[in-house]
């Protein structure tokens, strides 16, 4: 009887870990980045035909 009280005991740990790591915080360590401004020039096809 203790043997099947242990394995529930486990798959429950298993099953409530794996939802709290669906459902908690993130833990990504990705820098803060934001819209960054454009520094090219924009396309030309005009300018691409006469090349």
Known sequence: MMAIS???TKITEYISEAAMRIFGPSDDAY???GVQPFTGEPYDKRKD???
Do not use: G, K, R
């Open 31 to 33: 820098p803060a980045t």
């Open 6 to 8: 242990n394995i529930i």
């Open 49 to 51: 035909e006469n090349s």
